[in-house]
Protein backbone atom coordinates (compact mmCIF):
# COMPACT_ATOMS: atom_id res chain seq x y z
CA UNK A 1 0.00 0.00 0.00
CA UNK A 2 1.37 3.51 -1.26
CA UNK A 3 2.64 5.90 1.68
CA UNK A 4 -0.15 8.74 2.86
CA UNK A 5 1.12 12.22 2.14
CA UNK A 6 0.02 14.06 5.44
CA UNK A 7 -1.05 17.54 4.69
CA UNK A 8 -3.66 19.98 6.03
CA UNK A 9 -7.00 18.79 5.90
CA UNK A 10 -9.18 21.32 4.17
CA UNK A 11 -12.59 22.25 5.58
CA UNK A 12 -16.05 22.78 3.59
CA UNK A 13 -18.54 24.92 5.96
CA UNK A 14 -21.58 23.90 5.92
CA UNK A 15 -23.50 26.36 8.32
CA UNK A 16 -24.91 28.45 5.42
CA UNK A 17 -26.80 25.49 3.69
CA UNK A 18 -26.91 21.45 5.15
CA UNK A 19 -26.38 22.84 8.83
CA UNK A 20 -29.68 24.75 9.04
CA UNK A 21 -31.29 22.41 6.78
CA UNK A 22 -30.95 19.17 8.80
CA UNK A 23 -31.55 21.35 11.81
CA UNK A 24 -34.13 24.00 11.04
CA UNK A 25 -35.81 23.03 8.15
CA UNK A 26 -33.55 25.73 6.03
CA UNK A 27 -35.54 28.44 7.35
CA UNK A 28 -32.03 31.22 8.38
CA UNK A 29 -33.10 34.35 6.23
CA UNK A 30 -30.49 36.14 4.08
CA UNK A 31 -30.56 38.90 6.15
CA UNK A 32 -29.73 36.74 8.87
CA UNK A 33 -26.61 35.57 7.04
CA UNK A 34 -25.05 38.49 4.90
CA UNK A 35 -23.53 40.47 7.77
CA UNK A 36 -21.64 37.33 8.91
CA UNK A 37 -20.30 36.99 5.66
CA UNK A 38 -17.07 38.88 5.68
CA UNK A 39 -15.71 37.16 8.99
CA UNK A 40 -16.18 34.42 7.51
CA UNK A 41 -14.62 34.52 4.05
CA UNK A 42 -11.11 35.47 6.10
CA UNK A 43 -11.27 31.47 7.84
CA UNK A 44 -9.65 30.06 4.72
CA UNK A 45 -12.02 27.46 4.39
CA UNK A 46 -11.67 25.37 0.96
CA UNK A 47 -15.00 26.48 0.33
CA UNK A 48 -18.77 27.47 1.91
CA UNK A 49 -22.09 25.13 1.04
CA UNK A 50 -24.28 28.06 0.91
CA UNK A 51 -26.92 26.85 -1.47
CA UNK A 52 -28.55 23.99 -3.35
CA UNK A 53 -30.22 21.51 -1.60
CA UNK A 54 -33.61 22.63 0.01
CA UNK A 55 -32.56 26.17 -0.23
CA UNK A 56 -34.19 26.87 -3.16
CA UNK A 57 -37.47 25.38 -2.55
CA UNK A 58 -37.74 27.11 0.90
CA UNK A 59 -36.42 30.68 0.25
CA UNK A 60 -39.09 30.78 -2.38
CA UNK A 61 -41.87 28.76 -0.45
CA UNK A 62 -41.32 30.10 3.38
CA UNK A 63 -39.13 32.61 3.13
CA UNK A 64 -40.74 34.76 -0.05
CA UNK A 65 -36.92 35.29 -1.04
CA UNK A 66 -35.33 35.10 -4.85
CA UNK A 67 -32.34 32.34 -4.33
CA UNK A 68 -30.89 33.77 -7.36
CA UNK A 69 -30.54 37.01 -5.37
CA UNK A 70 -29.28 35.41 -2.28
CA UNK A 71 -26.59 33.80 -4.83
CA UNK A 72 -25.73 36.97 -5.51
CA UNK A 73 -25.56 38.41 -2.17
CA UNK A 74 -23.20 35.83 -1.19
CA UNK A 75 -21.10 36.08 -4.37
CA UNK A 76 -20.48 39.73 -3.56
CA UNK A 77 -19.53 39.15 0.43
CA UNK A 78 -17.45 36.15 -0.37
CA UNK A 79 -14.31 37.75 -1.99
CA UNK A 80 -11.91 35.18 -1.17
CA UNK A 81 -13.84 31.79 -0.70
CA UNK A 82 -15.28 29.24 -3.21
CA UNK A 83 -19.06 29.04 -3.15
CA UNK A 84 -20.72 25.36 -3.15
CA UNK A 85 -24.02 23.92 -3.54
CA UNK A 86 -25.67 20.62 -3.69
CA UNK A 87 -27.43 19.54 -7.18
CA UNK A 88 -29.82 16.56 -7.60
CA UNK A 89 -28.41 15.17 -10.83
CA UNK A 90 -31.04 15.07 -13.18
CA UNK A 91 -33.76 16.69 -10.85
CA UNK A 92 -32.09 19.10 -10.06
CA UNK A 93 -33.28 21.33 -7.28
CA UNK A 94 -36.88 19.61 -7.84
CA UNK A 95 -38.28 15.97 -7.16
CA UNK A 96 -38.93 14.90 -10.52
CA UNK A 97 -36.56 14.38 -13.17
CA UNK A 98 -35.84 17.22 -15.74
CA UNK A 99 -35.05 17.70 -20.00
CA UNK A 100 -31.36 18.05 -20.85
CA UNK A 101 -31.29 22.09 -21.66
CA UNK A 102 -33.46 22.46 -18.26
CA UNK A 103 -30.18 21.09 -16.52
CA UNK A 104 -27.62 22.68 -18.59
CA UNK A 105 -29.02 25.81 -18.57
CA UNK A 106 -29.57 25.90 -14.36
CA UNK A 107 -25.97 25.03 -14.67
CA UNK A 108 -25.03 27.81 -16.81
CA UNK A 109 -26.67 30.25 -14.73
CA UNK A 110 -26.20 29.07 -10.77
CA UNK A 111 -21.96 29.24 -12.04
CA UNK A 112 -22.67 32.75 -13.63
CA UNK A 113 -24.69 34.07 -10.35
CA UNK A 114 -21.32 32.93 -8.27
CA UNK A 115 -21.27 29.38 -7.65
CA UNK A 116 -17.60 27.73 -8.11
CA UNK A 117 -18.43 23.91 -6.84
CA UNK A 118 -21.44 21.95 -7.91
CA UNK A 119 -21.53 18.69 -5.95
CA UNK A 120 -24.00 16.59 -7.86
CA UNK A 121 -25.43 13.33 -6.69
CA UNK A 122 -28.36 10.85 -7.77
CA UNK A 123 -30.30 8.98 -4.91
CA UNK A 124 -29.62 5.77 -7.08
CA UNK A 125 -26.74 6.26 -7.38
CA UNK A 126 -27.19 5.91 -11.46
CA UNK A 127 -24.32 7.60 -12.90
CA UNK A 128 -26.36 8.32 -16.19
CA UNK A 129 -28.52 10.70 -14.12
CA UNK A 130 -24.98 12.95 -13.80
CA UNK A 131 -23.71 12.95 -16.98
CA UNK A 132 -25.51 15.90 -18.70
CA UNK A 133 -25.00 18.07 -15.08
CA UNK A 134 -21.62 17.15 -15.23
CA UNK A 135 -20.39 17.73 -18.33
CA UNK A 136 -22.29 21.13 -18.43
CA UNK A 137 -20.30 22.55 -15.08
CA UNK A 138 -16.88 21.17 -17.14
CA UNK A 139 -17.96 23.74 -19.66
CA UNK A 140 -18.89 26.55 -17.72
CA UNK A 141 -15.67 25.65 -15.85
CA UNK A 142 -16.64 25.18 -12.23
CA UNK A 143 -15.88 21.96 -10.47
CA UNK A 144 -17.94 19.18 -11.03
CA UNK A 145 -17.74 16.95 -7.77
CA UNK A 146 -19.64 13.95 -7.66
CA UNK A 147 -21.75 12.32 -4.88
CA UNK A 148 -21.59 8.82 -3.95
CA UNK A 149 -25.03 8.97 -1.60
CA UNK A 150 -23.20 5.90 0.82
CA UNK A 151 -25.45 3.14 2.34
CA UNK A 152 -25.40 -0.25 3.28
CA UNK A 153 -26.35 -3.41 2.25
CA UNK A 154 -25.71 -6.58 -0.24
CA UNK A 155 -24.70 -5.16 -3.24
CA UNK A 156 -22.75 -1.93 -1.32
CA UNK A 157 -19.15 -3.74 -1.18
CA UNK A 158 -15.94 -2.26 -1.33
CA UNK A 159 -15.28 -3.18 -4.74
CA UNK A 160 -18.64 -1.36 -5.88
CA UNK A 161 -17.38 1.77 -4.48
CA UNK A 162 -14.41 1.59 -6.18
CA UNK A 163 -15.57 0.80 -9.47
CA UNK A 164 -18.41 3.61 -9.37
CA UNK A 165 -15.18 6.14 -8.07
CA UNK A 166 -13.12 4.78 -11.46
CA UNK A 167 -16.55 5.46 -13.58
CA UNK A 168 -16.67 8.87 -11.89
CA UNK A 169 -13.09 9.91 -12.74
CA UNK A 170 -13.12 8.79 -16.27
CA UNK A 171 -16.80 10.85 -16.92
CA UNK A 172 -14.62 13.87 -16.56
CA UNK A 173 -15.51 14.97 -12.74
CA UNK A 174 -13.43 17.15 -11.07
CA UNK A 175 -13.55 15.53 -7.39
CA UNK A 176 -15.24 12.87 -5.65
CA UNK A 177 -17.53 13.12 -2.24
CA UNK A 178 -18.37 10.22 -0.12
CA UNK A 179 -22.19 11.58 0.57
CA UNK A 180 -23.25 9.75 3.97
CA UNK A 181 -26.51 11.13 4.61
CA UNK A 182 -27.45 8.94 7.50
CA UNK A 183 -24.34 9.01 9.48
CA UNK A 184 -23.88 5.16 8.62
CA UNK A 185 -20.08 5.44 7.94
CA UNK A 186 -18.24 3.88 11.06
CA UNK A 187 -14.59 4.93 11.93
CA UNK A 188 -12.72 1.87 10.52
CA UNK A 189 -15.30 1.38 7.78
CA UNK A 190 -13.90 5.16 6.83
CA UNK A 191 -10.22 4.21 6.27
CA UNK A 192 -10.92 0.87 4.74
CA UNK A 193 -13.19 2.54 2.14
CA UNK A 194 -10.70 5.71 1.93
CA UNK A 195 -7.80 3.97 1.51
CA UNK A 196 -9.31 1.75 -1.16
CA UNK A 197 -10.23 4.93 -3.23
CA UNK A 198 -7.41 6.55 -2.97
CA UNK A 199 -5.29 4.00 -4.37
CA UNK A 200 -7.65 3.65 -7.10
CA UNK A 201 -8.49 6.92 -8.43
CA UNK A 202 -6.24 10.25 -8.40
CA UNK A 203 -9.22 12.43 -7.60
CA UNK A 204 -9.25 14.46 -4.56
CA UNK A 205 -11.57 12.71 -2.01
CA UNK A 206 -14.22 14.60 0.40
CA UNK A 207 -16.22 13.13 3.05
CA UNK A 208 -19.56 14.25 4.11
CA UNK A 209 -21.68 12.72 6.93
CA UNK A 210 -23.92 13.78 9.66
CA UNK A 211 -24.02 13.28 13.41
CA UNK A 212 -27.08 11.38 13.69
CA UNK A 213 -25.59 8.24 14.99
CA UNK A 214 -22.96 9.75 17.16
CA UNK A 215 -20.11 8.52 15.33
CA UNK A 216 -19.28 11.33 12.97
CA UNK A 217 -16.37 13.05 14.36
CA UNK A 218 -14.29 10.11 15.14
CA UNK A 219 -15.03 8.74 11.37
CA UNK A 220 -13.75 12.12 10.44
CA UNK A 221 -10.18 11.23 12.18
CA UNK A 222 -9.90 8.34 10.80
CA UNK A 223 -10.72 9.18 7.29
CA UNK A 224 -8.35 12.03 7.24
CA UNK A 225 -5.55 9.93 8.78
CA UNK A 226 -6.15 7.60 5.59
CA UNK A 227 -5.69 10.47 3.23
CA UNK A 228 -9.51 11.69 2.86
CA UNK A 229 -8.92 15.79 0.90
CA UNK A 230 -11.63 17.77 2.20
CA UNK A 231 -14.46 17.55 5.34
CA UNK A 232 -17.52 19.35 6.06
CA UNK A 233 -18.29 20.90 9.26
CA UNK A 234 -20.94 23.09 10.45
CA UNK A 235 -19.64 25.51 13.02
CA UNK A 236 -21.15 24.43 16.50
CA UNK A 237 -24.31 26.88 17.16
CA UNK A 238 -25.53 24.67 14.17
CA UNK A 239 -23.60 21.50 14.46
CA UNK A 240 -24.52 17.98 15.84
CA UNK A 241 -27.45 16.35 15.93
CA UNK A 242 -28.96 15.46 12.46
CA UNK A 243 -26.36 18.07 11.17
CA UNK A 244 -22.52 17.94 10.78
CA UNK A 245 -19.17 17.51 13.23
CA UNK A 246 -18.41 21.03 14.91
CA UNK A 247 -16.03 23.47 13.09
CA UNK A 248 -14.45 24.47 15.67
CA UNK A 249 -14.06 20.88 17.24
CA UNK A 250 -11.97 19.15 14.15
CA UNK A 251 -10.11 22.64 13.56
CA UNK A 252 -8.59 21.99 17.65
CA UNK A 253 -8.07 18.13 16.63
CA UNK A 254 -6.17 18.66 14.07
CA UNK A 255 -3.75 21.41 15.90
CA UNK A 256 0.04 20.81 16.08
CA UNK A 257 -0.34 18.05 13.62
CA UNK A 258 0.74 17.37 10.32
CA UNK A 259 -3.03 17.91 9.38
CA UNK A 260 -3.31 21.07 10.76
CA UNK A 261 -6.12 23.64 9.21
CA UNK A 262 -4.25 26.68 10.17
CA UNK A 263 -7.32 28.57 11.02
CA UNK A 264 -8.05 30.74 14.03
CA UNK A 265 -9.53 30.12 16.65
CA UNK A 266 -10.52 33.24 18.04
CA UNK A 267 -12.13 34.48 14.48
CA UNK A 268 -14.26 30.95 14.26
CA UNK A 269 -15.34 31.68 17.98
CA UNK A 270 -16.55 35.51 17.14
CA UNK A 271 -18.79 33.90 13.90
CA UNK A 272 -19.46 31.15 16.57
CA UNK A 273 -21.24 34.14 18.79
CA UNK A 274 -23.11 35.56 15.79
CA UNK A 275 -24.52 32.43 15.02
CA UNK A 276 -25.55 31.01 18.37
CA UNK A 277 -28.74 34.22 19.16
CA UNK A 278 -30.00 32.71 15.91
CA UNK A 279 -29.83 29.00 16.89
CA UNK A 280 -31.31 30.31 20.58
CA UNK A 281 -34.13 32.29 18.91
CA UNK A 282 -34.98 28.84 16.78
CA UNK A 283 -35.30 26.90 20.14
CA UNK A 284 -37.30 29.11 21.72
CA UNK A 285 -40.00 29.18 18.94
CA UNK A 286 -39.86 25.45 17.91
CA UNK A 287 -38.10 25.58 15.00
CA UNK A 288 -35.20 23.66 16.65
CA UNK A 289 -36.92 20.66 17.77
CA UNK A 290 -34.02 19.64 21.11
CA UNK A 291 -34.65 15.61 19.57
CA UNK A 292 -32.40 16.35 16.58
CA UNK A 293 -29.87 17.49 18.79
CA UNK A 294 -29.63 14.12 20.36
CA UNK A 295 -27.92 10.90 19.15
CA UNK A 296 -30.32 8.61 17.21
CA UNK A 297 -28.61 5.30 17.24
CA UNK A 298 -31.77 3.84 15.38
CA UNK A 299 -30.14 5.27 12.61
CA UNK A 300 -27.67 2.21 12.35
CA UNK A 301 -29.86 -0.24 13.61
CA UNK A 302 -32.33 0.64 10.43
CA UNK A 303 -30.08 2.27 8.45
CA UNK A 304 -32.70 5.19 8.32
CA UNK A 305 -31.93 8.89 7.94
CA UNK A 306 -32.69 11.23 10.99
CA UNK A 307 -35.00 13.15 8.35
CA UNK A 308 -36.76 10.19 7.41
CA UNK A 309 -37.54 9.02 10.69
CA UNK A 310 -39.32 12.56 11.84
CA UNK A 311 -41.32 11.83 8.44
CA UNK A 312 -42.52 8.54 9.73
CA UNK A 313 -43.08 9.95 13.23
CA UNK A 314 -45.37 12.39 11.24
CA UNK A 315 -46.87 10.41 8.72
CA UNK A 316 -47.92 7.77 11.64
CA UNK A 317 -49.29 10.74 13.99
CA UNK A 318 -51.61 12.03 11.23
CA UNK A 319 -53.30 8.89 10.95
CA UNK A 320 -53.54 7.95 14.34
CA UNK A 321 -51.59 5.09 14.03
CA UNK A 322 -48.07 6.09 16.17
CA UNK A 323 -48.31 2.48 18.08
CA UNK A 324 -47.03 1.04 14.26
CA UNK A 325 -43.65 2.77 14.63
CA UNK A 326 -41.68 -0.01 15.28
CA UNK A 327 -43.31 -2.20 12.58
CA UNK A 328 -43.27 0.67 9.94
CA UNK A 329 -39.13 0.53 10.99
CA UNK A 330 -39.13 -3.09 10.03
CA UNK A 331 -41.09 -2.36 6.99
CA UNK A 332 -38.50 -0.11 5.64
CA UNK A 333 -35.72 -2.64 4.81
CA UNK A 334 -38.00 -4.78 3.43
CA UNK A 335 -39.47 -2.15 1.34
CA UNK A 336 -35.67 -1.04 0.13
CA UNK A 337 -34.77 -4.51 -0.66
CA UNK A 338 -37.99 -4.58 -2.97
CA UNK A 339 -37.34 -1.81 -4.73
CA UNK A 340 -33.80 -2.48 -5.40
CA UNK A 341 -32.19 -1.67 -2.75
CA UNK A 342 -31.48 2.02 -3.54
CA UNK A 343 -29.61 4.46 -1.05
CA UNK A 344 -32.18 6.54 1.25
CA UNK A 345 -31.72 10.04 0.21
CA UNK A 346 -34.37 12.60 -1.18
CA UNK A 347 -36.30 11.32 -3.07
CA UNK A 348 -35.88 7.91 -2.74
CA UNK A 349 -36.18 8.00 1.29
CA UNK A 350 -39.37 9.58 1.31
CA UNK A 351 -41.04 6.87 -1.48
CA UNK A 352 -39.45 4.20 0.71
CA UNK A 353 -41.07 5.62 3.99
CA UNK A 354 -44.23 6.60 2.74
CA UNK A 355 -44.83 2.80 0.90
CA UNK A 356 -43.70 0.86 4.50
CA UNK A 357 -46.38 3.44 6.35
CA UNK A 358 -48.96 2.29 3.30
CA UNK A 359 -47.91 -1.85 3.52
CA UNK A 360 -48.16 -1.90 7.42
CA UNK A 361 -51.38 0.97 7.92
CA UNK A 362 -53.15 -1.51 4.99
CA UNK A 363 -52.77 -4.91 6.53
CA UNK A 364 -51.31 -5.79 3.18
CA UNK A 365 -48.21 -5.06 1.43
CA UNK A 366 -48.21 -3.22 -1.75
CA UNK A 367 -52.44 -3.13 -1.53
CA UNK A 368 -52.06 0.43 -2.70
CA UNK A 369 -49.23 1.77 -4.37
CA UNK A 370 -47.69 5.59 -4.45
CA UNK A 371 -47.21 6.72 -7.95
CA UNK A 372 -43.53 7.12 -7.06
CA UNK A 373 -43.61 3.51 -6.30
CA UNK A 374 -44.66 2.67 -9.69
CA UNK A 375 -42.03 5.54 -11.14
CA UNK A 376 -39.24 3.70 -9.53
CA UNK A 377 -40.41 -0.25 -10.12
CA UNK A 378 -41.09 1.31 -14.11
CA UNK A 379 -37.15 2.77 -14.12
CA UNK A 380 -38.52 5.99 -14.61
CA UNK A 381 -35.85 7.27 -11.67
CA UNK A 382 -32.88 5.04 -13.62
CA UNK A 383 -31.41 1.98 -12.80
CA UNK A 384 -31.11 -0.06 -8.99
CA UNK A 385 -27.87 -1.62 -7.63
CA UNK A 386 -30.14 -4.97 -7.12
CA UNK A 387 -32.99 -5.69 -9.51
CA UNK A 388 -36.85 -5.08 -8.43
CA UNK A 389 -38.67 -8.31 -6.40
CA UNK A 390 -40.55 -9.19 -9.71
CA UNK A 391 -43.80 -10.20 -7.71
CA UNK A 392 -44.21 -6.78 -5.88
CA UNK A 393 -43.60 -5.05 -9.48
CA UNK A 394 -45.93 -7.38 -11.19
CA UNK A 395 -48.56 -6.81 -8.01
CA UNK A 396 -48.26 -3.25 -8.89
CA UNK A 397 -47.53 -2.84 -12.26
CA UNK A 398 -49.62 -5.60 -13.78
CA UNK A 399 -47.54 -8.62 -15.65
CA UNK A 400 -46.72 -7.29 -18.62
CA UNK A 401 -45.67 -3.81 -17.66
CA UNK A 402 -42.60 -2.26 -19.23
CA UNK A 403 -39.35 -1.27 -17.49
CA UNK A 404 -37.26 2.07 -18.93
CA UNK A 405 -33.87 0.84 -19.69
CA UNK A 406 -32.40 3.54 -21.09
CA UNK A 407 -31.73 6.67 -19.65
CA UNK A 408 -34.96 8.32 -17.83
CA UNK A 409 -33.78 11.81 -19.36
CA UNK A 410 -33.72 10.20 -23.27
CA UNK A 411 -37.21 10.16 -22.83
CA UNK A 412 -37.98 13.85 -22.09
CA UNK A 413 -38.06 16.24 -25.04
CA UNK A 414 -36.46 19.93 -24.74
CA UNK A 415 -38.45 21.94 -22.33
CA UNK A 416 -37.44 25.03 -21.92
CA UNK A 417 -38.42 26.85 -24.65
CA UNK A 418 -42.34 25.52 -23.49
CA UNK A 419 -41.55 26.95 -20.19
CA UNK A 420 -40.74 30.17 -20.66
CA UNK A 421 -43.86 30.70 -22.73
CA UNK A 422 -45.46 29.70 -19.64
CA UNK A 423 -44.18 32.06 -16.87
CA UNK A 424 -43.38 34.94 -19.53
CA UNK A 425 -46.00 37.43 -17.98
CA UNK A 426 -43.86 36.79 -14.71
CA UNK A 427 -40.29 37.00 -15.95
CA UNK A 428 -37.94 39.98 -14.75
CA UNK A 429 -34.77 38.30 -14.72
CA UNK A 430 -33.26 34.93 -16.95
CA UNK A 431 -33.68 32.85 -13.72
CA UNK A 432 -37.46 33.20 -13.47
CA UNK A 433 -37.56 30.39 -15.68
CA UNK A 434 -35.77 28.44 -14.14
CA UNK A 435 -37.35 29.16 -10.93
CA UNK A 436 -40.57 28.43 -12.26
CA UNK A 437 -39.46 25.06 -14.03
CA UNK A 438 -38.21 23.74 -10.70
CA UNK A 439 -41.79 24.79 -8.72
CA UNK A 440 -44.32 25.65 -11.03
CA UNK A 441 -46.88 26.89 -8.47
CA UNK A 442 -44.42 28.48 -5.22
CA UNK A 443 -42.33 30.37 -8.02
CA UNK A 444 -45.59 31.99 -9.01
CA UNK A 445 -46.73 32.66 -5.79
CA UNK A 446 -43.74 34.59 -5.10
CA UNK A 447 -43.51 36.51 -8.33
CA UNK A 448 -47.28 37.73 -7.52
CA UNK A 449 -45.46 38.58 -4.04
CA UNK A 450 -42.51 40.23 -5.35
CA UNK A 451 -45.13 42.13 -7.81
CA UNK A 452 -46.84 43.58 -4.98
CA UNK A 453 -43.80 44.42 -2.76
CA UNK A 454 -42.84 46.59 -5.93
CA UNK A 455 -45.88 48.40 -6.41
CA UNK A 456 -46.02 48.57 -2.45
CA UNK A 457 -42.32 50.50 -3.53
CA UNK A 458 -43.21 52.76 -6.24
CA UNK A 459 -46.46 53.69 -4.71
CA UNK A 460 -44.28 55.55 -1.48
CA UNK A 461 -41.59 56.84 -3.70
CA UNK A 462 -44.67 58.43 -5.88
CA UNK A 463 -46.00 59.46 -2.45
CA UNK A 464 -42.98 61.08 -1.51
CA UNK A 465 -42.03 62.56 -4.68
CA UNK A 466 -45.66 64.47 -4.75
CA UNK A 467 -45.12 65.76 -1.23
CA UNK A 468 -47.88 63.17 0.18
CA UNK A 469 -45.96 61.35 2.41
CA UNK A 470 -44.09 62.62 5.36
CA UNK A 471 -40.22 62.05 4.65
Not at 132 to 160: C, F, I, M, P, R
Not at 362 to 380: N, P, Q, V, W
Not at 443 to 471: C, H, I, L, W
Amino acid sequence: MAEIAKKPIKITETILRDAHQSLIATRMTTEQMVPIIDKMDKVGYHSVECWGGATFDASLRFLHEDPWERLRKFRDGFKNTKLQMLFRGQNILGYRPYADDVVEYFVQKSVANGIDIIRIFDCLNDLRNLQTAVTAANKEKAEAQVALSYTLGDAYTLDYWVDIAKKIEDMGASSICIKDMAGLLVPYKATELIGAMKEAVDLPIQLHTHYTSGVASMTYLKAVEAGVDVIDTAMSPFALGTSQPATEVMVETFKGTPYDTGFDQNLLAEIADYFRPIRDEALESGLLNPKNMGVNIKTLLYQVPGGMLSNLTSQLKEQGAEDKYYEVLEEVPKVRKDLGEPPLVTPSSQIVGTQAVFNVLMGERYKMATKETKDILSGKYGATVKPFNEEVKEKVLGKDAETITCRPADLIPDELDTLRKECEQWIQQDEDVLSYALFPQVAVDFFKYREAQQTKVDQTVADTENGSYPV
